[in-house]
């Protein structure tokens, strides 16, 4: 349980802290006829989506063309 809990604190922080790969820098194929694209973006506490890191990772991941 700890080890479970470490590692969705590590990734919450390379998420807000956008150390993954800048959404710039993603390429999206237009090719693809699957009208969905999407991320998962889970939150492990009740306000997390509240933060001003958050309302950043949010708009990053909107610009990479997600729809869903």
Sequence with gaps: MKRTAAIMVLLTVLVSTS?????AAL??????SWPVRGFDYPSWWHDEYLDQSSSV????????????
Aim: proline share 4%; no cysteine.
């Design 19 to 23: 150390l993954l790969v800048p959404a």
């Design 27 to 32: 390429a999206i194929d237009s090719s693809l």
């Design 57 to 68: 990772s949010l708009t990053r991941i909107a610009s990479t063309g997600s729809n869903a």
